[in-house]
């Protein structure tokens, strides 16, 4: 139990500094941001779509959803908000949901506290694990959005797949890792996404067909879960 309370605290401090570092990207690179989010939503639609239950009973949780900014794409595909359920480690975060989103179902905290077996359709990540760098916590926490995911259900998956040598609070989760993470699954479907950002954010508008030409330089993987 201390150990886990140290990697949180750990993981509540990355975050801090990465905040501080970061806070001016979003308005610099909008173009870069751009190609990168449609491209992701496309993987994410498809694999909505190929669920057998219709949106609008479907039932999802983000873990770690920080702001919330990937909750409005996923009730366009026709969730419904009293079905969108999210937590959320960092307080901060969770006063922005609250006060932005009308989903009632917020948890904040340790994920590893929520109280779901076999609960939801769709359990999402997004570039929650290369923040975790102790194996004991990611082993916990996979095995934690497996156990809330239905039988037919599917976990979500975005993150890094190499580390950051300007960060040394990251660290990668390869297709390796997640099939060890996930050795139950029925299948896991991966994509290979998003252009390293040193690269990507210097491009521009040349994203797309940089991005055809050389797949080797995708940073992140998106991983379909099937239970």
Same mark, same amino acid.
């Given at each position: 139990?201390?150990?886990?309370?140290?990697?949180?605290?750990?993981?509540?401090?990355?975050? /801090?500094?990465?905040?501080?570092?970061?806070?001016?990207?979003?308005?610099?690179?909008?173009?870069?941001?751009?190609?990168?989010?449609?491209?992701?939503?496309?993987?994410?639609?498809?694999?909505?779509?190929?669920?057998?239950?219709? /949106?609008?009973?479907?039932?999802?949780m983000e873990i770690?959803?920080?702001?919330?900014?990937?909750?409005?794409?996923?009730?366009?595909? $026709?969730?419904? &908000?009293?079905?969108?359920?999210?937590?959320?480690?960092?307080?901060?975060?969770?006063?922005?949901?609250?006060?932005?989103?009308?989903?009632?179902?917020?948890?904040? $905290?340790?994920?590893?506290?929520?109280?779901?077996?076999?609960?939801?359709?769709?359990?999402?990540?997004?570039?929650?694990?290369?923040?975790? @760098?102790?194996?004991?916590?990611? *082993? /916990?926490?996979?095995?934690?959005? &497996?156990?809330?995911?239905?039988?037919?259900?599917?976990?979500? &998956?975005?993150?890094?797949?190499?580390?950051?040598?300007?960060?040394?609070?990251?660290?990668?989760? @390869?297709?390796?890792?997640?099939?060890?993470?996930?050795?139950?699954?029925?299948?896991?479907?991966?994509?290979? *996404?998003?252009?390293?950002?040193?690269? $990507?954010?210097?491009?521009g508008r040349a994203?797309?067909?940089?991005?055809?030409?050389?797949?080797?330089?995708?940073?992140?993987?998106? /991983?379909?879960?099937?239970?």
């Open positions: 139990m201390e150990e886990r309370l140290e990697t949180i605290n750990e993981i509540k401090q990355s975050y /801090a500094k990465r905040a501080a570092g970061n806070a001016h990207l979003k308005y610099t690179f909008p173009v870069y941001q751009q190609h990168v989010v449609r491209e992701r939503q496309s993987i994410y639609s498809d694999a909505l779509k190929s669920h057998k239950r219709p /949106a609008g009973e479907l039932e999802f770690g959803a920080g702001g919330g900014h990937n909750l409005p794409f996923f009730k366009s595909l $026709g969730l419904r &908000w009293e079905n969108i359920h999210v937590n959320e480690l960092l307080d901060d975060r969770v006063e922005s949901i609250r006060s932005r989103f009308p989903t009632p179902n917020i948890y904040p $905290g340790d994920a590893l506290n929520l109280p779901f077996k076999s609960r939801f359709d769709i359990v999402f990540q997004s570039t929650v694990f290369t923040s975790i @760098t102790s194996d004991p916590f990611r *082993v /916990a926490l996979a095995q934690k959005l &497996w156990d809330m995911v239905r039988d037919d259900g599917m976990i979500l &998956w975005y993150d890094f797949v190499y580390d950051n040598p300007n960060n040394p609070d990251v660290r990668k989760v @390869t297709r390796q890792d997640v099939l060890r993470l996930f050795p139950e699954a029925k299948s896991i479907d991966f994509h290979s *996404v998003t252009l390293a950002p040193p690269i $990507g954010r210097r491009i994203y797309s067909w940089m991005n055809a030409l050389f797949p080797f330089l995708r940073s992140h993987l998106i /991983a379909v879960i099937r239970k």
